[in-house]
T-cell receptor, first 110, second 117 residues
Framework: QQQVKQSPQSLIVQKGGISIINCAYENTAFDYFPWYQQFPGKGPALLIAIRPDVSEKKEGRFTISFNKSAKQFSLHIMDSQPGDSATYFCAASRDDKIIFGKGTRLHILP | DAGVIQSPRHEVTEMGQEVTLRCKPISGHDYLFWYRQTMMRGLELLIYFNNNVPIDDSGMPEDRFSAKMPNASFSTLKIQPSEPRDSAVYFC???????????????FGPGTRLTVL
């Protein structure tokens, strides 16, 4: 009930391509779905977040797509750049609980 | 603002020794979180505080782990005695709210890399 399943574990994308990371959750009580970006040697930092009342949120090259009925959400990075190479975590939260996915290591080839 | 401050950044100790990790949250933040990150288990929430009071410590792995927040600007995570399987990166994070509002972003510190030999 409390798991957030994230895939893939690692992803290699050519510069300029689209990176797609998927997450699925089980608990329908979750009401906030953030994505965090982590560079080596640093702590995670909030990248973009969505609430279940919308199906999509876009900020620059980053888009979250949310499918409430399927209990899935995904991060799309358009025109991927080498600087996007990092580990990405999805999360789901409600009130006093936040659960993180296990992370996706993204590498953008120059 | 200096952000969340953690010390030490790296800690190497021998099995059985006591380890104390320190965190200074962002001023004005009501929530403080301690996380552990490993390759195998990802990012795990260990415990969090609201206004210096521990709210949920269900993620603390064993009694060897303890956390305190004596005031709004300081928290410690202690492992006694430490074991090799405790080797991980430990993050502290703080936020204004835990979720549900525009101020629910968690701000992470740079982490403490702990190695227990």
């Amino acid at each position: 009930q409390q798991q957030v399943k994230q895939s893939p574990q690692s992803l290699i994308v050519q510069k300029g391509g689209i990176s797609i990371i998927n997450c699925a959750y089980e608990n329908t009580a979750f009401d906030y779905f953030p994505w965090y970006q982590q560079f080596p040697g640093k702590g995670p930092a909030l990248l973009i977040a969505i609430r279940p009342d919308v199906s999509e949120k876009k900020e620059g090259r980053f888009t979250i797509s949310f499918n409430k009925s399927a209990k899935q959400f995904s991060l799309h990075i358009m025109d991927s750049q080498p600087g996007d190479s990092a580990t990405y975590f999805c999360a789901a939260s409600r009130d006093d609980k936040i659960i993180f996915g296990k992370g996706t290591r993204l590498h953008i080839l120059p | 603002d200096a952000g969340v401050i953690q010390s030490p950044r790296h800690e190497v100790t021998e099995m059985g020794q006591e380890v104390t990790l320190r965190c200074k949250p962002i001023s004005g933040h009501d929530y403080l979180f301690w996380y552990r990150q490993t390759m195998m288990r990802g990012l795990e929430l260990l415990i969090y505080f609201n206004n210096n009071v521990p709210i949920d410590d269900s993620g603390m792995p064993e009694d060897r782990f303890s956390a305190k927040m004596p005031n709004a600007s300081f928290s410690t995570l202690k492992i006694q005695p430490s074991e090799p399987r405790d080797s991980a990166v430990y993050f502290c994070a703080s936020s204004l709210e835990i979720s549900g509002g525009a101020s629910d972003t968690q701000y992470f510190g740079p982490g403490t890399r702990l190695t227990v030999l």
